[in-house]
């Protein structure tokens, strides 16, 4: 826009150079709109703008005479046919999407992850750390590398984290051991190594991409797994069971030799806790994705509230680990907001106070104080019989998933961590049809500002410090610093997560 802007001596020049970026302008829009509305037989509609622009040009040939009429009209027929031929061009398939019989084909297309297809007689070999694809007798591994190698996780451009992850080699043989275990449906294999242990990470390089490459498979898949955990099944086995109707297999351990007609080896990723309808079986999106996550825990909660049910009739005073009020089911008209707590960096240093101050904004607030060892689907029940969850930015936050579709998130934003907190989860809590709030701090309410001089650019530039790299912002922004919310500003977004769970429930009385 400086351009455009800059004084000029050549006025009557720039007049002409403007008449002419107009008709510039005019062919491309023309050829646009011809181009988005063309379909075959409809050239008509081709000569109809065609008229179109030849009366817009006549006028414009009266105020610059030497326009360049004959070559407008030329320009916007060529044009329209030129860019609709390019547009109606189907895509190309992505690569390793048809893959021969007898063939190893790797994707290595993507910024994120690697994939590989193994197509025919596919063995296991744990000892080998290999995958084995039998070739039939005077026969060659069809059209792709008869050797590869993968290390299937998802943050492919990390080389830290990707150096602790297993490395497969997948071979093309004419020879292998024979099978103890024959398996008639598909394998796609992964590491649960990586950053797991960590939620965001495990929901993210995990959960999502495995949903995203196993869905297809409606449940008829085997999950191969590298560095597989008893907590990690513990955790999330009941999500896996929604995706596969046979038990995992713990590749290390497991000595036997698994065959299988296919294996999918690595997963596919599509964006931060985000999938993409457009590349999934029927659209399937996010909320198909919480869908799972719904019916994976239906069955827990069920047999956690049964659980509860009888503790309390042996004996009254006893009260669950995270002190879990069934406020909801006994009709209590008020919203209820629950309050992640967190323990160490980045804690609300006024979380009493913040606990009062909704309360009296209308809501029933309580805090959520998870332990390590707190089962998910307790979690889960908790959340998705919530209206807003309260929580400051970190990985707690991805329990967004668990909130109902149009329900409340409300993310306190650190200093230092605005373009984190958009991308890992503002943006995913949109997409996933969630009212989300955005309470940026202000250096005041950050526990920096009593470190630093009110001038330090800690505090009035955190992006230049954020350029320092990793280190510097993990040190000053993430593990160096507490909030003490001012309540004069956050009632504002109280009263805005209110006003949106009231008119959410008038909504559904009419």
């Not at 451009?157 to 598909?186: F, G, K, Y």
Request: some cysteine.
């Amino acid at each position: 826009m400086v351009h455009h802007h800059r004084a000029s001596l050549l006025l009557h020049h720039n007049q002409q150079e403007e008449a002419g970026g107009k008709m510039e302008d005019l062919r491309s829009r023309l050829a646009d709109c011809a181009c988005h509305h063309r379909k075959p037989g409809h050239d008509a509609l081709l000569l109809m703008l065609a008229g179109f622009a030849f009366v817009s040009c006549l006028l414009l040939v009266l105020l610059l005479p030497n326009s360049p009429f004959s070559a407008a009209m030329d320009d916007l027929l060529q044009l329209g046919r030129t860019r609709c031929d390019q547009e109606s061009t189907a895509p190309a398939p992505a690569p390793c999407s048809a893959v021969a019989n007898g063939t190893i084909c790797c994707d290595r297309t993507s910024a994120r992850t690697d994939v590989c297809v193994m197509r025919g007689d596919v063995r296991t070999q744990g000892a080998s750390n290999s995958l084995f694809l039998l070739l039939p007798a005077n026969s060659s591994a069809g059209t792709g590398r008869a050797d590869e190698r993968i290390r299937p996780y998802t943050r492919k451009w990390e080389s830290s984290v990707m150096s602790t992850i297993d490395e497969l080699r997948l071979r093309a043989v004419p020879e292998a051991a024979r099978c103890d275990v024959r398996h008639d449906v598909t394998a796609v294999v992964f590491s649960t190594g990586g950053y797991t242990g960590n939620v965001y990470h495990e929901f993210n390089d995990g959960i999502i991409p495995l949903y995203i490459t196993a869905r297809k498979y409606n449940k008829k898949v085997v999950f191969v797994m590298l560095e597989y955990h008893d907590w990690w099944m513990t955790k999330y086995g009941h999500i896996l069971e929604q995706l596969s109707d046979y038990a995992p297999i713990d590749f290390a351990n497991d000595n036997r030799t698994h065959c299988f007609p296919e294996a999918v080896v690595g997963l596919r990723i599509h964006d931060e806790l985000a999938i993409d309808a457009s590349r999934m079986p029927e659209n399937q999106s996010i909320q198909d994705f919480r869908q799972i996550l719904d019916d994976a825990h239906r069955g827990r909660i069920k047999a956690i509230v049964k659980e509860e049910d009888e503790k309390a009739a042996a004996d009254p005073r006893r009260s669950g680990g995270m002190k879990i009020r069934r406020a909801t089911a006994l009709g209590n008209d008020k919203p209820r907001l629950v309050i992640v707590s967190r323990n160490g960096s980045r804690a609300i240093e006024n979380e009493a106070e913040l606990v009062r101050a909704a309360r009296r904004a209308g809501f029933r607030a309580e805090l959520l104080q998870p332990r390590q060892d707190t089962e998910l689907a307790q979690m889960y029940r908790v959340l998705n019989a919530s209206d807003v969850m309260v929580g400051v930015h970190g990985a707690a936050m991805t329990h967004f998933l668990f909130m109902r579709p149009g329900s409340v998130f409300i993310q306190v934003v650190p200093l230092g961590t605005d373009w984190a907190a958009e991308n890992y989860y503002g943006e995913p809590a949109r997409r996933l049809g969630l009212r989300y709030i955005p309470y940026k701090i202000l250096p005041t309410e950050s526990s920096l500002y009593r470190h630093y001089s009110s001038d330090d650019p800690v505090l009035t530039d955190p992006v230049a410090v954020n350029a320092k790299g990793w280190q510097v912002t993990k040190k000053v922004y993430l593990d160096g610093q507490n909030v003490r919310l001012d309540m004069a500003r956050f009632r504002r977004r109280l009263r805005e997560a209110y006003g949106h769970w009231a008119a959410q429930r008038q909504g559904q009385q009419l």
